[in-house]
């Protein structure tokens, strides 16, 4: 009596939701559209894009830009820029204070390539300070980045990107952490310090006392991955492992932001399909409690490069770009997943 019950809800999981969720467009970001930046919470009001591509006459330029959205009163604002131009920035928001440890830097030969130099960002000063840098052999951009107690945590990412159809892309397995307590970069153990497969592009964040990394890519837009691989902060000792829910829709490029348990993740670059100008609108969210993924509404801007942040049930998506490569936009909009 209970089979066709057992159908209906194992059919839900594979099922996309497409009524579950929804998109509201918001203030688009003043000055410049913006793609390859990174998104962080600063407090439960304001979160801030810094860094990235935009647009030229000619293609686009890495920028030093930083502005600060007002979530309750849907305004921008302009801080004081970084301190070098990046795209791809390392960033992540501790204490109120936001961490930029690495990124990509644009090269008089047009490759762009990792630094190693890292700052902090005090908002009282409205100044950036510089830090240790990470060490050289480690300068990369496109990393997973995961906050735990004090420690931000870097995985994978890239060391090269020529932005050219065909370009190389060195995509690295490396882990660092860096102690933003002593302004430090940490010693991890061997079991930690490379993941067991090279990513960039991916989607993360730390569930309870684990750092995800999620889908991803390897060497070039085309070569997306679907699983999930983690390693719990407080046992390093443990390493690297891979869990067993799959991505539904493996992609590279997207953005990820996590409420609760829960690890959503929106869009990405590297789509197949014919008329998807390369780029997916998929939303798909890992809950890290069941190791499961379930399918949500899709995106109503489809959109790579960008990042998210999430605070009180809403997922804020700024900028990104709307086709394959280059196409930078000045698009913010916000996913409320419902239940
Ligand atoms: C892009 O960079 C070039 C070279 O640095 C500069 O001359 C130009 O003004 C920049 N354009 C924009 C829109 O920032
Ligand atoms: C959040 O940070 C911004 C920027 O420093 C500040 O203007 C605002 O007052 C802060 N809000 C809260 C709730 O702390």
């Given at each position: 009596m209970k089979l066709p019950l057992l159908i209906s809800s194992a059919l839900s999981l594979s099922l996309p939701r497409a009524d579950v969720g929804t998109w509201s467009t918001l203030a688009p970001i003043p000055l410049f559209p913006r793609q390859e930046h990174s998104t962080v919470l600063l407090n439960s009001s304001s979160f801030a894009i810094v860094g990235g591509v935009i647009p030229t006459e000619t293609g686009v330029n890495t920028t030093a830009l930083v502005q600060l959205y007002n979530i309750p009163s849907n305004t921008w604002t302009t801080l004081a820029p970084l301190p070098v131009a990046l795209n791809h920035p390392n960033a992540a928001a501790v204490d109120g204070k936001i961490y930029v440890l690495g990124g990509l830097a644009a090269a008089s030969d047009g490759a762009w390539r990792g630094t190693p130099q890292s700052w902090v960002y005090d908002p009282k000063a409205n100044k950036w300070s510089a830090l240790e840098p990470m060490p050289a052999s480690e300068a990369r951009g496109s990393a997973a980045v995961g906050v735990y107690n004090e420690l931000i945590f870097l995985a994978g990412g890239m060391s090269v990107l020529e932005p050219v159809a065909g370009g190389k892309q060195e995509t690295v397995n490396t882990v660092s952490a860096f102690d933003t307590e002593l302004g430090k970069w940490v010693t991890l153990p061997e079991t930690a310090k490379r993941m067991p497969e090279a990513r960039d592009h991916a989607g993360a964040a730390v569930v309870d006392t684990k750092l995800y990394v999620l889908g991803g890519r390897d060497?070039?837009?085309?070569?997306?991955k679907g699983s999930v691989l983690a390693i719990s902060l407080g046992r390093l000792d443990v390493g690297w492992r891979t869990v067993k829910g799959v991505m539904p829709t493996p992609r590279g490029g997207v953005a990820s932001a996590k409420l609760g348990r829960k690890v959503y993740t929106l869009g990405g670059e590297g789509n197949l399909v014919e008329g998807s100008k390369g780029v997916f609108n998929q939303v798909e969210v890992y809950d890290a409690a069941k190791d499961t993924w379930e399918v949500l509404a899709p995106m109503k801007v489809p959109r790579h490069g960008t990042s998210a942040v999430a605070v009180d049930g809403k997922i804020f998506v700024p900028g990104g770009s709307v086709s394959q490569g280059a196409g930078p936009v000045d698009v913010l909009d916000v996913f409320v997943p419902g239940s």
């Open positions: 060497h070039g837009q085309a070569n997306v």
